[in-house]
């Protein structure tokens, strides 16, 4: 049953008599909670309640502002599955184009991010898709996916849908580019493994083979996440200044604004 969320820096005591508060570290005055929005992106699972709200309804809420952001001329809208479906859906539905599979996921195949180097990461993709082809043989595809961190899984994909007969695949990215390492404890080590810092992100859609890439800025995102906080939370937002990366949510590894000072 779902009592409430431990907040930041709480140590709870749950026993036979209850759920006891036994302390929280607060952080330092006026420096807000920093909340990894990577989590809500792709990390947890879409049934996940974080501050007051389902991760599902907030990544089909960034579907409908990528669609604000970034429509197209296409015949229909699909994923790759898992975590990016709730964003697919949402920009199926803002955009008024049907939402169909184009790809079929093995369940056995493990996060082909988290590999521990590329080639690794290349043969899991290999070994992660199948194709739907009767779905979307001859049309126009637009491929929502949560987020291109390295570039390793969404360009086999598209060269997968045009060998199955895709006319046109247009690649849409519910999360802004990823520009900065994390060192919070993500897989995130160098600057120069991020596609969005390499010379081919200047001719993304030509280099991983789309018609057309755009992402979600960070704005979108920001704004997608925030828009059903509960104002009344015991961790409340509603003093905080709403300014991006200032609001209570790290976007250290979109724009490299630390919740912390880093030391070396």
């Not at 060269?159 to 690649?171: D, P, T």
Request: net charge positive; aromatic share 8%.
């Amino acid at each position: 049953r779902y009592y409430r969320e431990v907040l930041p820096g709480e140590i709870v005591k749950i026993s036979r008599h209850g759920v006891q508060t036994l302390d929280v570290v607060r952080r330092p005055e006026r420096d807000p909670s920093a909340f990894c929005i990577f989590e809500y992106v792709y990390f947890a699972r879409p049934d996940s309640i974080f501050e007051g709200q389902m991760v599902y309804s907030v990544r089909r809420r960034c579907g409908q502002q990528l669609a604000i952001e970034a429509p197209v001329e296409a015949d229909l809208v699909s994923t790759v599955p898992e975590s990016a479906t709730p964003a697919a859906l949402g920009y199926a539905q803002k955009c008024g184009l049907p939402y169909v599979e184009v790809l079929c996921k093995n369940r056995y195949e493990g996060r082909t991010f988290i590999q521990p180097n590329m080639r690794l990461r290349q043969l899991g993709v290999a070994k992660k898709f199948g194709v739907l082809s009767d779905n979307f043989k001859g049309k126009r595809v637009v491929i929502i996916d949560d987020s291109i961190v390295r570039g390793n899984t969404i360009s086999p994909i598209i060269k997968l849908l045009r060998e199955s007969g895709a006319k046109e695949v247009h690649i849409r990215v519910a999360s802004p580019p990823i520009r900065f390492p994390c060192y919070m404890g993500i897989n995130i080590p160098t600057k120069e493994e991020l596609i969005a810092n390499r010379p081919e992100f200047h001719d993304l859609a030509n280099y991983i083979g789309a018609d057309s890439v755009v992402y979600l800025s960070v704005e979108g995102l920001v704004s997608s996440v925030q828009e059903s906080i509960k104002a009344s939370q015991e961790n409340s937002l509603k003093t905080q200044k709403s300014l991006t990366g200032k609001i209570g949510h790290c976007t250290a590894c979109l724009t490299g604004d630390y919740p912390v000072e880093l030391e070396w």
